[in-house]
């Protein structure tokens, strides 16, 4: 099937970094203390937003009460408050840039930047150290973060990979170059899927994509059967599939390589039923699914945007229409804003079951509510009573030891529980996985 040519006008990106967004006209007809607010939490944590966001999706006679609003740009809440009022205290006082600096990244560390043991136990080893931009959790699967890739169009209020915006070294995860990530995927056959991720790898150039992906598709490395891209550009940016310079390129990029018997995914971020609904984003979905690559969509469950079966239904119903495939409700992670956006994990499920009961078989593809934890990722069954217990009914969907996937098992239900390190064993019993060897991936080299 061939990349049919758009004639779409083409757009030029302006992003609005998140020291500038409090002097955007949009932004100058809310309230002093929401301005301020702005100030002060964007210099804790990273925000970005850009012409399209700012034209195409937030409703501003809504701001900042509207979802899209809310997503991208700052609000007091998601500091701790004591830390809110040390940043603020410092700014009304016109501290040095030192002494800001400081606090600052005291702040920072307090939020938890990596969840997961994402550094402790994801990242391989070599015989020199760390392999710093892999992660291989889990066995068939190793997550590559490209340099080059490692911003994003716009930034999401939640977003889980914050620490790698915020300009600290030892925080970030990136490799230089194709030739690390290459090295490792030839000494390990048993990896079958690649995930380009970041930031989002399709803030690149096509050229710097294809010195990754188009060794992959040769037959020394046969056994990547998938490669996946994790992305919000359809959202935040979907003119990078239509109208960008080197769109025409990429597109044929992707199609090379379903050409060429490997499963292209692009594993697309959508929080909102209102990101798929404007010309752009869907004639980007018709051109990428032209290539042979199937686009499948997933977001956590947050407060203030889309903490709401109903849009949810309505997601899943519009994704199903335009040919995405609904993969994953995910629980917030515990970082960065997660006080802010979190919900109770029973009211997660609430959620979940009350979403997919609203939509048709077809439109019931999306797994949920998930936690990507440091065991694996855990799904929320639903709940349940068991001798005279009410119990979360548990299970691996994928696991760091693969005998662990599909196990089931019963966690003490906790109206207070937000993730997964807030549940306990149900009948005092340790969890199975405790007395259970990991699996060896990410061996040294």
Known sequence: MSVQATTTRAMKMRAVPGARLARLPQVQRLDDAVRRDIEIVSSVLPFKVNNYVLEELIDWDRAPDDPLYRLTFPDRGMLPEPVYEEIAALVGRGAGREELRGAVDRARRQLNPHPGDQLQANVPQSQSGALNGLQHKYRETVLVFPGQGQTCHAYCGYCFRWAQFIGVAELKQAVSGPEQALGYLAQHPEVSDVLFTGGDPMIMSTDRLRAYLAPLLEPRFEHIRNIRFGTKAL????????????????????????????????????????????????????????????????APLVRHVNDDASVWAQMWRTMTGLGVVPYYMFVERDTGASQYFELPLHRAVSVYRDAI???????????????????????????????????????????????WVGRPFFAKFDEHAVWFDDLKPAFDEPWFWQSDAPAGAGAPL
């Open 235 to 298: 959202s935040y940016w979907p003119y990078r599939f239509t109208t960008d310079d080197d769109a025409e390129d990429l597109l044929r990029l992707m199609e090379q390589a379903s050409a060429r018997g490997r499963h292209v995914a692009v594993m697309a971020h959508f929080s909102h039923h209102r990101e798929l609904e404007t010309d752009a984003c869907r004639q980007a979905v018709r051109r990428i699914r032209d290539t042979g690559a199937v686009i499948r969509a997933q």
């Open 357 to 403: 009961s609203q939509v048709s078989g077809l439109e019931r593809t999306a797994r949920g509510p998930v936690m990507s934890a440091s065991p694996g990722k855990v799904v929320i069954d639903g709940i349940v009573q068991v001798a005279g217990q009410d119990v979360f009914c548990c299970r691996f969907l994928q696991a760091r030891n693969p005998d």
